[in-house]
């Protein structure tokens, strides 16, 4: 009986399941990794003899602990409810269920028990009787059944004759089951990636938390790693990429802030649904441009980005891999603002990190040269006193002025955050407030108050001190992170919308992120909120089409390629009508030293290669390193056929593309040496 000696009996083999809750509120139970159930077995077999003494294993890549004691499974980077957590040996299943569900555990120890006496008394049909109302009959070794017995008291309404008799299938160990069970993921840890989510609490089309989406997007970049990476695997000289995910939605629309109740209290009654989407989504674009609401949001990203850094040391002491962001819809651009404010401590020009307004009062601003050094200006101390500058001059001056100058973009955000403090620092000292010259319609932050509605205000002042950080963006104060990040990732990113709307017509080819050196402009062409920035950097009038990011299977989509055939052959059609023509008038006309060449025409061929060698002569800046950071995705099929239907799924599409884990990916190893 395939393998099976009669009337002896072998122990079931268990395997560790955890419940999670689906969209739909119901509990699923899934399976660990054969790795982690094999941990969670022997911790099991030691814990037994350690009495009361809570034991804890880390699971999935070390984002989870399980307390075998309490039966739960805790997560450590984010917050979520703990799961039961079942040792199973045995499940069932009904007609309409989609999967098996483990027994508890003390009704698993009762049917295990039942079924060693069955087997070695060879005695069958045994029925077995819970107090929850189900029957249990072993009719063989591989026949079992749960007939599930209502009480009368738990009716609804009266049930048919069908859901009464209808058995449930009963199993015995993993065999005969059909569920996938994961292999686990490798113990090495390459690459760390922070992925922080845009407006609203929902990620995907099918309303998920950024939590769930940034586990499919690490399972894809498990399974990329083994079909894309497969030889550099099993060499062991790479492991895996752990993406973590930043929720700052949470924070800005909790109790904390209050904003709900005061939004909710001037919101309309009329299509509540509506405006209640709305509220948790869209006013998060206007609550980033409020300078109250954006020092909360980029406060919240920046520690909430530095304590998951923290934790995964902790976790991974061994780790001496690179850190990159990535950020989706709002989210690029609030990384991008963070980044842009970042500031480069060396051994050389040590640059005074000043949290807050009140802190200036400490920098000593007496000596001009001591002070451009103490911001990592030194270098341009010869340029500015050979303008005959100073403190007080160099007040005077516009970003225009100093854009003049021939000062780059990231200097001159310094220059004007050195004259932010400077001009604090006076009005500390004199308790006065004027207007600062040379940029209309700004005011310190003391002049002519109006009388405020409270006694007590509930928010500080802040300036919108218009191009004062470089970029436009609101004056706020910007944290810093704990470490520098090798990539910066936008997907489906409104940057250079908003940096236009600030009223940066183009960004200087010379500037770069000051602590991140690489940077990727990801899109689908159907995205009604991803804009392109190479056209900002670029030289004008050069009119260049973004990167085509490759499928993930190597090669372009098949409508895509009919496409290009299309191209080539009304091309080709049009070049064959046009060399005929130009035959045609060589037989019929003198020859006259005035016309042109009839070899003219071959020329035309010739443009893609010219075309090309254009396009290696173009400077695209050092956002990316000289390189180009526009990228596109392709479209599927269905989506080309109307791309007005498809246009909110396009936004949304980033967390399930593959493509796009595999552009990650290559940046990523090929900076390690390690290549498709």
Excluded at 432 to 446: A, F, L
């Amino acid at each position: 009986m395939n393998g099976v000696i009669e009337g002896v009996y072998e122990p079931v083999q268990h395997h560790w399941f955890h419940c999670e809750q689906q969209v739909d509120c119901k509990d699923s139970w899934l399976p660990f990794s054969r790795e982690d159930s094999l941990r969670l077995e022997e911790a099991h077999k030691h814990g037994e003899t350690r009495g009361a003494e809570e034991v804890v294993v880390s699971t999935e890549g070390r984002r989870f602990d399980v307390r075998l004691k309490e039966r739960r499974r805790y997560a450590v980077y984010w917050e979520q409810p703990p799961s039961e957590v079942r040792r199973s040996s045995w499940f069932h299943k009904g007609d309409k269920d989609n999967s098996y569900t483990p027994y508890p555990e003390n009704t698993s120890l009762v049917l295990e028990e039942a079924y060693m006496i069955s087997v070695t008394l060879n005695d069958w049909k045994r029925k077995l009787e819970f107090h929850t109302g189900e029957t249990v009959v072993l009719h063989s070794r591989k026949f079992m059944t749960q007939q599930q017995t209502i009480p009368s008291k738990d009716w609804i309404s009266l049930p048919s004759a069908s859901e009464q008799s209808r058995p449930r299938t009963v199993k015995r160990g993993l065999e005969g089951i059909s569920i996938e069970i994961p292999e686990g993921e490798p113990y090495q840890v390459d690459h760390l990636v922070f992925m922080v989510h845009g407006i609203g609490p929902a990620c995907d089309i099918q309303l998920r938390g950024v939590v769930q989406c940034v586990n499919d997007f690490r399972g894809a970049s498990l399974s990329l790693l083994s079909s894309h990476f497969k030889q550099s695997q099993d060499g062991a000289h790479m492991g895996r990429v752990e993406y973590l995910p930043v929720n700052w939605h949470q924070v800005l629309h909790g109790d904390a802030t209050g904003v709900d109740e005061d939004i909710q209290r001037i919101t309309l009654p009329s299509i509540s649904r509506l405006r209640q989407f709305s509220n948790s989504t869209v006013l998060d674009l206007f609550f980033y441009n409020s300078p109250t609401y954006c020092q909360t949001i980029i406060d919240t990203v920046a520690s909430e980005i530095n304590r998951l850094h923290h934790i995964f040391l902790q976790r991974h002491p061994q780790f001496t891999g690179a850190v990159s962001l990535t950020g989706h819809s709002l989210g690029s651009l609030i990384l991008f603002d963070l980044l842009t404010n970042q500031e480069i401590h060396n051994t050389d020009e040590k640059i005074s990190s000043v949290s807050s307004p009140s802190e200036a009062t400490s920098i000593n601003f007496e000596s001009f040269e001591e002070t451009l050094r103490n911001f990592g200006l030194g270098e341009f101390f010869k340029m500015l006193t050979k303008e005959q500058m100073d403190l007080e001059s160099l007040a005077l001056c516009s970003e225009k002025d100093l854009k003049d100058l021939g000062i780059p973009l990231g200097p001159r955000k310094k220059i004007m955050c050195l004259l932010k403090r400077w001009r604090e620092k006076q009005e500390s000292m004199t308790g006065t407030s004027h207007p600062v010259p040379g940029v209309p319609g700004v005011y310190s932050q003391v002049q002519e108050q109006p009388t405020p509605l409270s006694d007590a205000p509930s928010t500080s002042p802040v300036d919108f001190k218009n191009f004062d950080i470089g970029i436009g963006q609101v004056s706020i104060v910007y944290p810093q992170l704990a470490f520098k990040p090798q990539a910066f990732f936008a997907l489906g990113s409104p940057i250079g919308m908003f940096l236009t709307v600030r009223g940066l017509k183009r960004i200087d080819p010379k500037y770069s992120l000051p602590t991140c050196k690489s940077f990727y402009n990801i899109y689908h062409p159907y995205d009604p909120v991803a804009f392109r920035i190479e056209p900002m950097v670029v030289s004008p009038g050069v009119d260049l089409p973004p990167m085509l990011i490759p499928h993930h299977k190597g090669r372009k989509r098949m409508h895509l390629e009919l496409k290009d055939s299309l191209t080539r052959v009304s091309s080709d059609l049009l070049l064959s009508i046009s060399t005929l023509r130009g035959v045609w008038q060589t037989l019929t006309t003198l020859p006259v030293n005035t016309l042109p060449p009839v070899a003219r025409v071959g020329t035309t061929a010739a443009l893609p290669p010219q075309e090309s060698e254009e396009i290696k002569n173009i400077s695209f800046g050092m956002l990316n390193g000289g390189r180009r950071f526009d990228y596109v995705l392709q479209e599927k099929p269905l989506e080309s056929f109307n791309e007005y239907l498809f246009a909110i799924q396009s936004h949304l599409c980033y967390w399930d593309s593959e493509d796009t884990v595999l552009l990650l990916l290559r940046e990523i190893y090929e900076g390690k040496g390690i290549l498709l």
